[in-house]
């Protein structure tokens, strides 16, 4: 956990002024939200998110990593209020960022108590996911968010749904 702190705080040593990002270079500041404890407080990433959502309102990305830092600060309310504007149904256009809103919309659902919506939504997030899987870098990333989902929602409870879809699996390596 310590060495995924330490990767938060180099993130943001490295990062340009907010000023001088164009709508994708928020894209790697995702790894912000790929686990809970990565900063020891989120205001700061949050005002560079909400900078960027002023600077490119269309933008994905820097709505994608508000609604993420949102949800890891424990904002869950906000984090659904900003996830009802995300711009969803791009295509081709980042569908990573889509399927990871959905991830984090849904467990502000679970932790809201929302359980219905929440189930739905990381169903929707896991359908998604499937499309993203040949590209190994999402893939990766998606299944650290996945793997939280389960915890948050329990696998039998999703699966239970009726509308659980696994994964397709990597082929194992001999």
Do not use: H
Request: charged share 25%; hydrophobic share 35%.
């Amino acid at each position: 956990m310590e060495q995924y702190r330490q990767l938060c705080r180099n993130r943001l040593e490295i990062m340009p002024p907010v000023e001088s990002l164009s709508p994708d270079d928020f894209s790697p500041l995702r790894v912000l939200t790929l686990a809970p404890g990565g900063l020891d407080n989120y205001d700061s990433t949050i005002q560079i998110a909400e900078r960027g959502i002023a600077r490119y309102p269309t933008a994905q990305a820097p709505q994608y990593l508000l609604i993420g830092l949102l949800y890891r600060a424990g904002r869950y309310e906000e984090a659904l209020n900003r996830y009802e504007n995300f711009p969803t149904n791009r295509g081709s256009e980042w569908p990573l960022l889509e399927c990871g809103a959905r991830y984090y919309a849904a467990f502000a659902n679970a932790r809201l108590n929302r359980m219905d919506r929440a189930r739905e939504l990381f169903t929707q997030a896991r359908q998604l996911r499937s499309k993203l899987m040949n590209v190994w870098r999402y893939r990766l990333e998606t299944n650290v968010i996945d793997r939280e989902g389960e915890q948050i929602l329990g696998k039998t409870s999703v699966a239970r749904q009726g509308s659980f879809t696994a994964p397709p699996s990597p082929k194992r390596l001999r």
